[in-house]
């Protein structure tokens, strides 16, 4: 399989991580850098191996950690999330990928698409999960996107194969969760209308 492809496969699994949590592919992505022989990062993304790079992410990464396990402040970090996600997507698709391997322009792309759409689709399913579980769930269900993005972005690095098909199966997953929620809210909306107080 040619490099630009696999390339590719692993743009695709970082920035669908990165959707699911914009933090963790970035301290994955620079550690795998700085203590393994797996990834070289070429400059400028080299700049994320950078010990104090590293540290401020690792920080901005506890705190939505322990953020997005808390009803109502989870909401407020999905919502900022919307912007963070797509420009980490796209940070961590170019870093991985490099210039020689991926296009530039492309891998700015997929990885906005992946990680926008992603973190999109959490924004619909996650209030849902809020109103069915009274909130009860949402922190499991914030480990789960955090334990599959971290799996993810490993995976992307050492099997890109795999992490390309997980990262399709994924999306696919989101987008019939989002449109579930959007057909039940639409259906409620109807019935409001149709039957007024």
């Known amino acids: 399989m040619s490099e630009t492809v696999l390339g590719l496969m692993t743009a695709l699994g970082l920035s669908t991580a990165a959707g699911l949590n914009a933090y963790l592919p970035l301290l994955i992505v620079g550690g795998l850098d700085r203590w393994t022989d797996l ?3 070429d400059a400028p993304y080299d700049v994320l191996s950078r010990p104090s790079v590293m540290l401020a992410i690792g920080v901005i990464a506890l705190v939505d950690f322990v953020g997005d ?4 402040i989870d909401s407020v970090l999905h919502a900022v999330g919307l912007v963070i ?8 698709a170019l870093a991985a990928t490099g210039s020689d391997t991926v296009d530039p322009g492309f891998a700015i792309v997929l990885g906005v698409a992946a990680a926008g759409a992603t973190q999109g689709a959490r924004s619909v399913v996650r ?4 109103a069915f579980t009274g909130g009860a769930g949402n922190p499991v269900l914030s480990l789960g996107e955090d334990a599959v993005s971290g799996v993810l972005s490993i995976g992307a690095v050492l099997v890109p194969i795999v992490a390309f098909v997980m990262a399709l199966l994924l999306l696919g997953l989101l987008a019939w969760g989002a449109s579930r929620v959007w057909r039940r809210r639409r259906t409620r909306r109807d019935e409001r209308t149709l039957d007024p107080p």
């Open 39 to 41: 990834l070289t990062l």
């Open 69 to 72: 396990k808390i009803p109502a």
């Open 85 to 92: 996600a797509p420009v980490a997507g796209a940070l961590v």
């Open 127 to 130: 209030p849902a999960s809020t």
